[in-house]
Protein backbone atom coordinates (compact mmCIF):
# COMPACT_ATOMS: atom_id res chain seq x y z
CA UNK A 1 0.00 0.00 0.00
CA UNK A 2 2.83 2.42 0.92
CA UNK A 3 4.56 1.47 -2.31
CA UNK A 4 1.12 2.00 -4.47
CA UNK A 5 0.99 5.99 -2.55
CA UNK A 6 4.49 6.51 -3.37
CA UNK A 7 4.23 5.75 -6.98
CA UNK A 8 1.23 7.59 -7.46
CA UNK A 9 2.52 10.82 -6.17
CA UNK A 10 5.83 10.49 -8.39
CA UNK A 11 3.32 9.64 -11.36
CA UNK A 12 1.35 13.11 -9.96
CA UNK A 13 4.22 14.86 -9.52
CA UNK A 14 5.57 14.48 -13.14
CA UNK A 15 2.23 15.29 -15.03
CA UNK A 16 2.42 18.61 -12.64
CA UNK A 17 5.93 19.74 -13.71
CA UNK A 18 4.84 19.01 -17.38
CA UNK A 19 7.25 15.70 -17.69
CA UNK A 20 7.96 14.20 -21.85
CA UNK A 21 9.52 12.91 -24.39
CA UNK A 22 12.01 15.98 -23.79
CA UNK A 23 12.74 14.75 -20.27
CA UNK A 24 13.77 11.23 -21.72
CA UNK A 25 16.14 12.67 -24.26
CA UNK A 26 13.72 12.25 -27.78
CA UNK A 27 14.50 15.84 -27.99
CA UNK A 28 17.42 17.68 -27.27
CA UNK A 29 18.58 19.60 -24.33
CA UNK A 30 19.66 22.73 -25.97
CA UNK A 31 19.98 24.72 -29.25
CA UNK A 32 23.00 23.44 -31.31
CA UNK A 33 26.30 24.86 -31.48
CA UNK A 34 27.18 27.80 -33.84
CA UNK A 35 29.06 25.95 -36.98
CA UNK A 36 33.27 26.35 -36.85
CA UNK A 37 34.89 26.73 -40.27
CA UNK A 38 32.83 28.62 -42.93
CA UNK A 39 34.70 29.44 -45.82
CA UNK A 40 34.90 29.44 -49.49
CA UNK A 41 35.93 26.84 -51.29
CA UNK A 42 35.78 27.40 -54.64
CA UNK A 43 35.06 30.39 -56.97
CA UNK A 44 33.48 30.66 -60.68
CA UNK A 45 32.20 33.34 -62.68
CA UNK A 46 28.83 33.28 -61.30
CA UNK A 47 28.79 31.17 -58.29
CA UNK A 48 30.73 30.42 -55.26
CA UNK A 49 30.58 27.31 -53.25
CA UNK A 50 30.85 27.60 -48.97
CA UNK A 51 31.52 24.67 -46.66
CA UNK A 52 31.16 24.25 -43.02
CA UNK A 53 32.17 22.25 -40.16
CA UNK A 54 29.03 19.73 -38.51
CA UNK A 55 27.75 20.91 -35.32
CA UNK A 56 26.62 18.48 -32.59
CA UNK A 57 23.03 17.98 -32.48
CA UNK A 58 22.32 20.08 -35.50
CA UNK A 59 19.50 18.54 -37.78
CA UNK A 60 20.10 21.17 -40.49
CA UNK A 61 21.53 24.60 -41.11
CA UNK A 62 20.67 28.09 -42.27
CA UNK A 63 23.28 29.86 -45.35
CA UNK A 64 22.28 34.12 -44.91
CA UNK A 65 23.49 36.37 -47.76
CA UNK A 66 24.57 39.68 -47.85
CA UNK A 67 25.84 42.00 -50.65
CA UNK A 68 27.79 43.97 -47.96
CA UNK A 69 29.79 43.25 -44.48
CA UNK A 70 27.31 45.42 -42.82
CA UNK A 71 24.07 44.96 -44.62
CA UNK A 72 20.96 42.95 -43.96
CA UNK A 73 21.98 38.68 -44.38
CA UNK A 74 19.25 36.81 -46.25
CA UNK A 75 18.78 33.20 -45.74
CA UNK A 76 19.35 31.42 -48.66
CA UNK A 77 19.76 27.58 -48.03
CA UNK A 78 18.13 25.80 -45.15
CA UNK A 79 19.01 21.73 -45.19
CA UNK A 80 20.91 19.38 -43.65
CA UNK A 81 24.11 19.52 -45.89
CA UNK A 82 27.63 21.25 -45.00
CA UNK A 83 28.31 22.77 -48.27
CA UNK A 84 26.78 24.93 -50.96
CA UNK A 85 27.07 25.92 -54.30
CA UNK A 86 25.54 29.79 -54.48
CA UNK A 87 24.65 30.30 -58.31
CA UNK A 88 23.36 33.00 -60.24
CA UNK A 89 25.99 35.59 -58.97
CA UNK A 90 27.52 38.37 -60.76
CA UNK A 91 31.08 38.08 -61.86
CA UNK A 92 33.58 40.08 -60.37
CA UNK A 93 31.48 40.70 -57.19
CA UNK A 94 32.37 40.07 -53.33
CA UNK A 95 29.35 38.35 -51.39
CA UNK A 96 29.28 37.62 -47.69
CA UNK A 97 27.55 34.64 -45.77
CA UNK A 98 26.85 33.57 -42.37
CA UNK A 99 25.65 30.18 -41.05
CA UNK A 100 24.40 28.99 -37.91
CA UNK A 101 22.84 25.10 -36.85
CA UNK A 102 19.33 24.40 -35.75
CA UNK A 103 17.44 21.19 -34.21
CA UNK A 104 14.05 20.97 -32.83
CA UNK A 105 14.97 23.35 -29.66
CA UNK A 106 16.32 26.39 -31.61
CA UNK A 107 18.74 27.82 -34.02
CA UNK A 108 22.21 28.88 -32.91
CA UNK A 109 24.00 31.91 -32.86
CA UNK A 110 25.50 32.92 -36.47
CA UNK A 111 28.92 32.44 -37.40
CA UNK A 112 31.50 35.46 -38.19
CA UNK A 113 30.58 36.67 -41.99
CA UNK A 114 33.08 35.32 -44.22
CA UNK A 115 33.42 37.02 -47.79
CA UNK A 116 34.05 35.32 -51.51
CA UNK A 117 34.52 37.11 -54.77
CA UNK A 118 33.18 35.83 -58.05
CA UNK A 119 35.46 35.49 -60.86
CA UNK A 120 36.10 38.08 -63.45
CA UNK A 121 36.17 37.13 -66.90
CA UNK A 122 39.53 37.08 -69.13
CA UNK A 123 39.86 39.51 -71.69
CA UNK A 124 39.79 39.31 -75.71
CA UNK A 125 41.22 40.30 -78.71
CA UNK A 126 38.64 41.58 -81.64
CA UNK A 127 39.77 41.16 -85.01
CA UNK A 128 37.74 42.79 -87.89
CA UNK A 129 35.52 45.80 -87.88
CA UNK A 130 32.92 47.81 -90.70
CA UNK A 131 35.61 50.15 -91.73
CA UNK A 132 38.11 47.32 -92.47
CA UNK A 133 40.76 44.84 -90.93
CA UNK A 134 41.71 46.08 -86.69
CA UNK A 135 42.84 44.07 -83.93
CA UNK A 136 41.77 45.72 -80.21
CA UNK A 137 42.42 43.96 -76.93
CA UNK A 138 39.44 44.29 -74.76
CA UNK A 139 39.35 43.72 -70.82
CA UNK A 140 36.80 43.11 -68.36
CA UNK A 141 35.22 46.28 -67.29
CA UNK A 142 32.56 46.29 -64.91
CA UNK A 143 29.13 44.09 -64.67
CA UNK A 144 26.51 45.94 -66.61
CA UNK A 145 23.16 44.44 -66.49
CA UNK A 146 24.23 41.43 -64.66
CA UNK A 147 26.81 40.86 -67.60
CA UNK A 148 30.17 41.43 -67.78
CA UNK A 149 30.92 44.51 -69.92
CA UNK A 150 34.69 44.55 -72.13
CA UNK A 151 36.87 47.82 -72.67
CA UNK A 152 39.09 48.05 -75.65
CA UNK A 153 42.53 49.02 -75.07
CA UNK A 154 43.44 51.70 -76.06
CA UNK A 155 40.65 52.85 -78.77
CA UNK A 156 37.10 53.34 -75.99
CA UNK A 157 35.20 50.21 -77.40
CA UNK A 158 32.33 47.80 -75.53
CA UNK A 159 31.45 44.87 -75.70
CA UNK A 160 28.00 43.88 -73.41
CA UNK A 161 24.92 42.31 -73.06
CA UNK A 162 21.73 44.17 -73.53
CA UNK A 163 19.18 43.37 -70.88
CA UNK A 164 16.25 44.59 -73.15
CA UNK A 165 15.30 45.36 -76.12
CA UNK A 166 15.08 43.62 -79.93
CA UNK A 167 18.74 42.99 -78.90
CA UNK A 168 17.91 41.57 -75.70
CA UNK A 169 20.53 38.13 -75.10
CA UNK A 170 23.17 38.78 -77.91
CA UNK A 171 26.80 40.07 -77.54
CA UNK A 172 26.98 43.85 -78.77
CA UNK A 173 29.82 45.11 -79.94
CA UNK A 174 29.30 49.39 -79.55
CA UNK A 175 32.11 51.21 -81.39
CA UNK A 176 32.04 54.83 -80.23
CA UNK A 177 34.86 55.72 -83.12
CA UNK A 178 31.70 55.20 -85.90
CA UNK A 179 28.93 56.30 -83.83
CA UNK A 180 27.10 52.22 -84.13
CA UNK A 181 26.45 49.12 -82.85
CA UNK A 182 26.88 45.83 -83.80
CA UNK A 183 24.88 42.91 -82.50
CA UNK A 184 26.10 38.84 -82.84
CA UNK A 185 24.43 35.81 -82.31
CA UNK A 186 25.70 34.67 -79.31
CA UNK A 187 23.55 33.46 -76.63
CA UNK A 188 23.87 35.91 -73.31
CA UNK A 189 24.82 32.42 -71.61
CA UNK A 190 28.33 32.25 -73.20
CA UNK A 191 30.15 34.52 -71.24
CA UNK A 192 32.46 34.94 -72.19
CA UNK A 193 31.69 33.80 -75.39
CA UNK A 194 33.43 30.84 -77.14
CA UNK A 195 36.02 31.79 -79.89
CA UNK A 196 35.06 32.25 -83.10
CA UNK A 197 33.71 34.21 -85.89
CA UNK A 198 30.30 36.38 -85.08
CA UNK A 199 28.50 37.79 -87.81
CA UNK A 200 26.68 41.54 -87.28
CA UNK A 201 22.89 41.44 -87.65
CA UNK A 202 21.39 42.42 -90.85
CA UNK A 203 25.10 42.98 -92.05
CA UNK A 204 26.04 39.36 -94.06
CA UNK A 205 29.30 41.35 -95.29
CA UNK A 206 31.20 42.10 -91.69
CA UNK A 207 32.28 39.62 -89.17
CA UNK A 208 34.45 39.63 -85.71
CA UNK A 209 36.81 37.27 -84.31
CA UNK A 210 36.71 36.72 -80.67
CA UNK A 211 39.38 34.98 -78.70
CA UNK A 212 40.21 34.45 -75.65
CA UNK A 213 43.31 35.24 -74.03
Request: charged share 15%; proline share 6%; glycine share 10%.
Amino acid sequence: MKITVIVSLIVLMCLLSGCSDSDTGTNPASAPDTPAGLSVTDTGLASLTLSWDASGNATEYNLYRSESASGTFHLIYPGAATELADYNLICGTTYYYQVSAENSTGESDRSAAVNGTTGIPSGYTVTGSPSGAVDYTFNYLDDFNGHPRYQSDPVRLWIVVPSGGDQAGLWCFYDQIEGMNLFYNAAASDYPPPSGWYTVLGDGRTTIHLAPF
